[in-house]
C-alpha cells in the first residue's frame, strides 16, 4: 500500500501549528474587503442621502430613470419635477441620482 502513500507524507509529524496563524489570512481578507469595499459603498450611501434631504425647490435633477428636470414641489416622499414647458413629473426623492449645476436645462 506504499503506492497511495508516500513514505515521507506518512512520517510527518501531527502538529497542528498556531491557531492564530490559521486565521490570520481570513483576517487580512476581511480589512481588504472593509477598505476596498464596505468603506466606500457606506460613504457612498451616506453622501447619496444627504443630497436627497437637502433638496429644494429650484434645483435641477437627474433621477436614475436618466430623467433631467428642475424641482418644482417638494414633500416628504416625492418631488414634483418639471421636465419640458408645462409636464411635470413625480418622482420618489430616493429616485434622484445626482443634482446637476445650476443652469443644466436651457428653455425650461
Given at each position: 500500500?506504499?503506492?497511495?502513500?508516500?513514505?515521507?507524507?506518512?512520517?510527518?509529524?501531527?502538529?497542528q501549528g498556531d491557531p492564530l496563524m490559521s486565521f490570520l489570512p481570513l483576517i487580512f481578507i476581511f480589512?481588504?474587503?472593509?477598505?476596498?469595499?464596505i468603506r466606500p459603498q457606506s460613504?457612498?450611501?451616506?453622501?447619496?442621502?444627504?443630497?436627497?434631504?437637502?433638496?429644494?425647490?429650484?434645483?435641477?435633477?437627474?433621477t436614475n430613470g436618466g430623467l433631467?428636470?428642475?424641482?418644482?414641489k417638494v414633500g416628504?416622499?416625492?418631488?414634483?419635477?418639471e421636465v419640458a414647458d408645462g409636464t411635470s413629473v413625480k418622482v420618489q426623492r430616493q429616485a434622484v441620482a445626482n443634482l446637476m449645476p445650476k443652469g443644466t436645462i436651457k428653455g425650461l
Open positions: 500500500m506504499n503506492f497511495f502513500i508516500s513514505d515521507a507524507m506518512a512520517a510527518a509529524p501531527a502538529g480589512i481588504v474587503f472593509y477598505f476596498l469595499l460613504k457612498k450611501a451616506k453622501e447619496h442621502k444627504q443630497m436627497v434631504e437637502a433638496l429644494a425647490k429650484g434645483d435641477e435633477v437627474v433631467l428636470g428642475r424641482i418644482t416628504d416622499n416625492f418631488v414634483e419635477l
